[in-house]
């Protein structure tokens, strides 16, 4: 009986393993692998520590963990950083994706959960791209869900003129977007579209509100809100207005666009950062960036606090994405429930954590101890 039990014992604990393995562990080490890999192009533009600074940031880093030596991204936060006494609560980018997002979220959960065919579900009381197709798994669905054929999808979208066509599922960066003007392209490309993908939402196109188009109207250029949510508060973290340019349709950094921070006011911040880091204080195409009021974004904040709690079960940190529409009013765009981009966060507000630093880190490193 004895033996029995302790096998049984056996067999949980290498469950345990195998399950931690599985849903932690691999997802650990593919987001530093991935991390180190798109350090190259920031590298140039980093700064060089001095002995002190470097003596800094270790000693703040000791109660926690302890840091890599090469202090790599604390480098490339040196060179943007005009606070040097803030330049230690800054979070390596790596530490930020493979251990405090994964202590706040569960990316299994957050996968599952993360479908825009979901969105009407999830937010059916918030303004939002009316969607006018879902493509899922082959099959043509209307908003209700409902299904339809394939020439039915084709003529809904036809009649709607313009239509955005986006990955339902693990979209990032601007990537897995198409645009369809039925005035330049014919119904035959969308219909390549979708045979060609398993999951896709299609949406009709929106107007943004013209502080917003004027900076560049060639794309939605949306506000990113990261906010955590701590003994039922929700905090708003850090937000930024991502901004296409040069005509590129979408305002992703990491597709070329740039970024620029948002004080709680509303207003813009002095300068914008591409990805890899260089500056500049006015859009290519001419918008000065410092004191530009961003119209509705006391009301974004305000949303983002409303909703934040529908995903506690998954996530508590969460990055919202915003357009304005003509009228002042959110749009939700879309939601990323784990793998939130940080290092623009950073670049133009400074430590993301800022005050709440300690505590954050006390939380994930020593509770876990």
Request: with cysteine.
């Amino acid at each position: 009986m004895i033996l029995t039990d302790q096998i049984a014992a056996l067999r949980i604990k290498l469950r345990d393993k195998l399950i931690r393995f599985t849903t932690f562990d691999l997802v650990k080490a593919s987001r530093v692998r991935h991390t180190n890999r798109t350090f190259g192009r920031k590298k140039p533009q980093s700064l060089a520590l001095s002995a002190a600074q470097r003596q800094e940031i270790l000693d703040y880093w000791k109660p926690y963990r302890k840091l890599d030596k090469r202090l790599h991204w604390f480098a490339f936060y040196n060179a943007i950083c005009t606070d040097k006494a803030q330049l230690k609560r800054h979070i390596p980018d790596h530490i930020f994706y493979s251990e405090i997002d994964l202590h706040f979220t569960s990316p299994r959960q957050c996968e599952t959960l993360d479908d825009k065919n979901l969105y009407d579900l999830y937010f059916h009381d918030v303004r939002m791209p009316r969607t006018i197709v879902r493509w899922i798994d082959g099959q043509a669905f209307d908003k209700h869900y409902q299904p339809i054929t394939m020439e039915q999808a084709l003529q809904r979208c036809a009649s709607a003129r313009q239509v955005v066509c986006k990955d339902a599922k693990l979209s990032s960066g601007g990537h897995g977007v198409r645009f369809f003007d039925f005035s330049q392209c014919t119904i035959d490309d969308l219909k390549k579209c979708l045979s060609g993908n398993a999951c896709l939402n299609i949406q009709e196109a929106i107007t943004q509100h013209e502080t917003l188009n004027r900076i560049h109207d060639k794309s939605i250029n949306t506000l990113r809100i990261m906010s955590l949510m701590l003994d039922g508060t929700v905090h708003i973290l850090s937000s930024v207005l991502r901004m296409g340019r040069d005509g590129a349709r979408v305002d992703n950094a990491s597709s070329g666009g740039i970024v620029c921070g948002i004080n709680t006011d509303g207003t813009l911040k002095e300068f914008a950062y591409d990805t890899a880091g260089r500056r500049c204080s006015q859009h290519p195409q001419g918008t000065v960036f410092k004191g530009t009021r961003i119209e509705g974004y006391d009301k974004c904040c305000a949303l983002v606090k409303r909703l934040a709690g529908r995903f506690a079960t998954a996530t508590r940190l969460i990055s919202w994405d915003f357009a304005v529409g003509e009228d002042g009013e959110p749009i939700l765009i879309e939601v990323n429930l784990t793998y939130g981009e940080l290092d623009f966060h950073q670049m133009c507000n400074g430590p993301i954590f800022g005050d709440l630093t300690e505590e954050i880190l006390s939380r994930v490193y020593q509770q876990s101890k």
